[in-house]
């Protein structure tokens, strides 16, 4: 089956620097990716998404890159802040007639943020 | 703002008890999913729901039972807990439109299981 996975599983940065949060999927059918933040004590919230015919999208703060080549998504966030610090997962959401509703989660990277 | 309830954030229970997790969702959302969430295995779908009375088993289903009978309400039922269903369970909801992967969770409800 497919899986998505991530590169590290902790990231510790310090206030203002940038950060970059990587994942991987085996599954080249995918064609829709989503990462989430999970903050201490709270379910996971939609950050961003991207579409599988975009390499790059960006939000306030956050930028998604999408390298269909080598099957890899990144989780860029710009001056990272304090509030940042959570566990970033990254979804795949296949294409497929079957399973359109069904996301796979990656295991998750937590990102600490030094002040 | 969507708002995903689940009706316990901590419980404690012994072996063999029925358990039940409610989660209501105030968007009228279609779909609707149970999570279990364990450190270093990330998110595994136990179940989900398309719509009211509609079921549909995860990567995860045994051991666990649902019920959809309203369309807001989707609960999660242990009928006899065992110590290996002790994690933390998130309830989520989303629009069905086919081409969204957005997720609105509750805050979780954690089970230990004695």
């Known amino acids: 089956g497919e899986s998505v996975g991530l590169h590290l599983p902790t990231l510790s940065v310090q206030e203002g620097d940038n950060s970059i949060i990587n994942c991987a999927y085996s599954?080249?059918?995918?064609?829709?990716f989503i990462w989430y933040k999970q903050e201490s004590g709270k379910g996971p919230q939609f950050i961003i998404d991207i579409r599988s015919n975009m390499d790059k999208r960006q939000g306030q703060r956050v930028t998604v890159l999408l390298n269909k080549t080598v099957k890899h998504l990144s989780l860029q966030i710009a001056a990272t802040q304090p509030g940042d610090s959570a566990v970033y997962f990254c979804?795949?959401?296949?294409?497929?007639?079957?399973?359109?509703?069904?996301?796979?989660f990656g295991k998750g990277t937590l990102l600490t943020v030094n002040p | 703002d969507v708002k995903v309830t689940q009706s316990s954030r901590y419980l404690v229970k012994r072996t063999g008890e029925k358990v039940f997790l409610e989660c209501v969702q105030d968007?009228?959302?279609?779909?609707m999913f149970w999570y279990r969430q364990d450190p270093g295995l990330g998110l595994r779908l136990i179940y989900f729901?398309?719509?009211?009375?509609?079921?549909e088993k995860g990567d995860i289903p045994e051991g666990y039972s649902v019920s959809r009978e309203k369309k807001e309400r989707f609960s999660l039922i242990l009928e006899s807990a065992s110590t290996n269903q002790t994690s933390m369970y998130l309830c989520?909801?989303?629009?069905?439109?086919?081409?969204?992967?957005?997720?609105?969770f509750g805050e979780g409800s954690r089970l230990t299981v004695l």
């Open positions: 989520a909801s989303r629009y069905r439109e086919r081409n969204t992967g957005e997720l609105f």
């Open positions: 729901s398309y719509d009211v009375k509609m079921k």
């Open positions: 968007m009228d959302h279609e779909n």
């Open positions: 979804a795949e959401f296949p294409w497929s007639g079957g399973s359109n509703y069904k996301l796979t």
């Open positions: 599954n080249s059918a995918s064609d829709y």
